[in-house]
């Protein structure tokens, strides 16, 4: 069963305070591998979606990286606006679409 | 360009009872998954529609179910309520065809189970 964990659970940053988030998965053949930002009583936002080691995509302060094991959300001098919880998701290379979703990192950036 | 609508956004209902939750999918696309989110968790895979059948489900009782539309739209139905079911119930739509696709999310429907 395909597997989403995500560290840390919480992060609490200083406005300007680079840092990044850390997403590990176990999966029977990686489809993608996805990240979205989910505000407080909202859907998640499509972020980024990474196919392959090695490959990285970049969205103004946001960048995100995946090696076989693992990818990295590194945001680089966050603003409060960036305050969210960022979810991270893979598929597998079955028929299906399943999305498997990990618990998320809560974000909270400072003034 | 509407993106993925769902109806109603609360809902509030008590044990035992039956609930009904729509989604109408982003314009062009043909696939809707469910999620449920408990509070402070991830989205839950519940079951995805394509072409008219469930093509896929996750750990969810036969309490769940569903259906699609000709026009692509989604209902989830929910039988006998807990109060664990009380979650953000999350619809997500995706081009098959696009075998590199991506889920987009509607804004949920909370249901509070009392």
């Known amino acids: 069963e395909d597997q989403v964990t995500q560290s840390p659970e919480a992060l609490r940053l200083q406005e300007g305070e680079s840092s990044s988030l850390n997403c590990s998965y176990t999966v029977s053949g990686l489809r993608g591998l996805f990240w979205y930002r989910q505000d407080p009583g909202k859907g998640p936002e499509f972020l980024f979606t990474?196919?392959?080691a090695g490959e990285e995509k970049e969205k103004e302060r946001l960048k995100a990286t995946l090696t076989k094991k693992e990818s990295f959300l590194h945001i680089t001098a966050p603003k409060p606006e960036d305050s969210a919880t960022y979810l991270c998701a893979v598929t597998n290379s079955g028929g299906y679409q399943k999305v498997t979703f990990g618990t998320g990192t809560k974000l909270q950036v400072i003034p | 360009d509407a993106g993925v609508t769902q109806s109603p956004t609360h809902l509030i209902k008590t044990r035992g009872q039956q609930v009904t939750l729509r989604c109408s999918p982003k314009s062009g696309h043909d696939t809707v998954s469910w999620y449920q989110q408990a509070l402070g968790q991830g989205p839950q895979f519940i079951f995805q529609y394509y072409e008219e059948e469930e093509r896929q489900r996750g750990n969810f009782p036969d309490r769940f179910s569903g259906h699609q539309f000709p026009n692509y739209s989604s209902e989830l139905n929910v039988n006998a309520l807990l109060l664990g079911d009380s979650a953000l119930y999350l619809c997500?739509?995706?081009?098959?065809?696009?075998?590199?696709?991506?889920?987009?999310f509607g804004a949920g429907t909370r249901l509070s189970v009392l």
């Open positions: 997500a739509s995706s081009y098959r065809g696009l075998a590199k696709n991506i889920q987009y």
């Open positions: 990474l196919y392959s």
